[in-house]
């Protein structure tokens, strides 16, 4: 499969082999596998207990069609982009800017599947064996291989789903890594960035910052943090009495949210 380069706000591309259509059916597969045996398991003790028609029907929902309606959704969050079938295959989601997708990117995707499993499919191949009318017919198979269709056709191998969300799905190799860039991932909700005056510094400056961090982490030697932070705290008139290298990591972790905010 070719490479997809995702361009990023950090001044690298971030390039990812492309997940095959068959890599992707695979892994479904797989999951699919792992919902059946815990389907079945879980019906084979729901059966064994002595309960009432009404808690039978009442359990099924929660312990067997609820977790199996979930699967996709609780494991992409969970396993930051993969389910158990996509890790096997090395395969696994990520947004348009190359990192984990957020909450509402895996919910968005999760909602497609409504339309776009490839149960949903077979099902609709099955009503093509059983329907005379030959209208019919072909509308329901247009309808059931529009998910193979798109996945196809789509230049970066993206199901609806995958364009609804912004997100795609790549090989877990890829030969830049977000962490050799100055990106990271703010997690926190509330942040207040501290220090605005660093969307002022260029690409190579932000480079030069992340250089230095990873040094001094290295290294522990703080004498070149110090150094840069000095020169950074002159040129942008910041005025704080925070540590060299506590003050270099704010700098990053404000300038993500600035520019990711945008």
Known sequence: MPNIKIPTVFNI????EAADLGRRLVAYLLDLIIRVAYVLVAMYFIEKADLSATDRSVIYAVVVLLPVSLYYLVSELLMRGQSLGKRV???????????????????????????ESPLLTM???????????????????????LPVVMVL???????????????????????????????REIAQENYEPRFPQILRLS????????????????????????RISFKIKEVLHIESDMPAL?????????????????
């Open 13 to 16: 591309d971030l390039e990812f």
């Open 89 to 115: 295959m090395d395969v696994k989601v990520v947004s348009l800017m190359g990192n984990v997708p957020s909450l509402s990117q895996v919910a968005l995707r999760w909602m497609f599947r409504l339309i």
């Open 123 to 145: 099902f609709f191949i099955g009503a093509i064996l059983t329907e005379t009318s030959p209208f019919t017919a072909l509308m329901v198979l247009l309808i059931g291989m």
């Open 153 to 183: 056709r789509s230049p970066l191998n993206q199901r609806l789903g995958d364009m609804a969300a912004g997100t795609i799905l790549v090989r877990t190799r890829q030969r830049h890594r977000l962490e050799d860039t100055i990106f």
């Open 203 to 226: 690409d190579r400056d932000l480079s030069k910052i992340k250089s230095v961090i990873d040094s001094t982490h290295r290294s522990q030697d703080f004498v070149m943090a110090e």
């Open 246 to 262: 506590e003050f270099l990591e704010t700098l990053l972790n404000d300038y993500n949210y600035l520019v990711t905010r945008k």
